[in-house]
Each structure stands twice: as structure tokens, then as C-alpha cells.
């Protein structure tokens, strides 16, 4: 199974940024698949996953009402949308899938696969 990310960059602050990410490799039944992102000097944390079937969404509180989470048309494919970005959003932000999920988890132990991440870097 390989992630593959885009999307990422330099924007400033109150700034809109769309991160997508599709998974290949084989046909997956269920999965949660996600963001971490890893801010310069600190651990991965998680930033948001979507459940299929059911697309049910979890977020962490510092990014609820800014950050939409949204599957795409084509399976396995997955989208944060990034509003009103602020300068500690500024991380290298990963894809993350748990193949096989029965419910969201917000610890990165929990993921199966990971992309390669993309930096997003956010000015004030």
C-alpha cells in the first residue's frame, strides 16, 4: 500500500491551503484514513481522520471549525481543507491510513501506512 500526499507550501496567515491524499495498492473493505502533522522539535499529533463506510469525522480541538476533513469521488482518496491558518498550523503534515478501522483513533500506533508528508508552512 502506498500514500501518496500533495498539496502543501508557503501561505500566509488567515489563508486557505487543500491537502489531498490517495491510497493504492490494493482494495480495502473499511479504513480511517487521516493527518498527523509534526511541527519542528516536537512528536506527531493527530489533526483529523474520516471512517468509511459512514464517514464519520474526528478532529483535534485546535483545528474544529477551520479543517474539513472530506472524502473524494474516487475511493480511497481523502482531503483537508485548511481555513484561517494560523502560524502554528505550520508543520509537516502526513497521511495516515488504518486499514481495516473499527473506529477513529487519534494515536499514530494505530495507522498502518503513512505517507512521505508535505510541509505547510504558515507566516504571520
Known amino acids: 500500500v502506498q500514500l501518496q500526499a500533495c498539496g502543501g507550501g508557503l501561505v500566509q496567515a488567515g489563508d486557505s491551503m487543500k491537502l489531498s491524499c490517495v491510497a493504492s495498492g490494493r482494495t480495502f473493505s473499511s479504513y480511517v484514513m487521516g493527518w498527523f502533522r509534526q511541527a519542528p522539535g516536537k512528536d506527531r499529533t493527530f489533526v483529523a481522520a474520516?471512517?468509511?463506510?459512514?464517514?464519520?469525522?474526528y478532529y483535534v480541538d485546535s483545528v474544529k471549525g477551520r479543517f474539513t476533513i472530506s472524502r473524494g469521488n474516487a475511493k480511497n482518496t481523502v482531503s483537508l481543507q485548511m481555513n484561517s491558518l494560523k502560524p502554528e498550523d505550520t508543520a509537516v503534515y502526513y497521511c495516515?491510513?488504518?486499514?481495516?478501522?473499527?473506529?477513529?483513533?487519534?494515536?499514530?500506533?494505530?495507522?498502518?501506512?503513512w505517507g512521505q508528508g508535505t510541509l505547510v508552512t504558515v507566516s504571520s
Open positions: 495516515t491510513m488504518d486499514d481495516g478501522a473499527g473506529s477513529i483513533a487519534t494515536y499514530s500506533r494505530a495507522y498502518d501506512y
Open positions: 474520516i471512517r468509511w463506510p459512514g464517514d464519520s469525522t
